[in-house]
């Protein structure tokens, strides 16, 4: 499974970004769906999920900003953020996985200035 991430960019504090996530399988409607992020010098965190049936999950900091989403029809997942915060900058990554296997996009940077 290939995955593209794209729709990173700058943007000022409080501002909004669409990002997406194409996979090129066409299992993709059975894979669970996730959205990292690593900032400079921090660790990689989970930032949403999305199960193969829709089920979604949000680390406490995005809770209410950010909506994932995917259309299985297009073999897309989506991350709105609104409301962004400079402690949002990072690079994103999407991530694909079945009970056992991962699969990860190239990541696509997020800076939002204060």
């Known amino acids: 499974v290939q995955l593209q991430a794209s729709g990173g960019g700058l943007v000022q504090a409080g501002g909004s970004l669409r990002l997406s996530c194409a996979a090129s399988?066409?299992?993709?409607?059975?894979?669970?769906m996730a959205w990292y992020r690593q900032a400079p010098g921090k660790q990689r965190e989970l930032v949403a999920t999305?199960?193969?049936?829709?089920?979604?999950a949000y680390e406490d900091s995005v809770k209410g900003r950010f909506t994932i989403a995917r259309d299985n029809a297009k073999n897309t997942m989506y991350l709105q953020m609104s409301s962004l915060k400079p402690e949002d900058t990072a690079v994103y990554y999407c991530n694909a996985h079945s009970w056992d296997r991962q699969y990860w996009g190239q990541g696509t940077l997020v800076t939002v200035s204060s």
């Open positions: 999305i199960s193969s049936h829709g089920s979604t």
């Open positions: 399988a066409s299992i993709f409607s059975s894979l669970g």
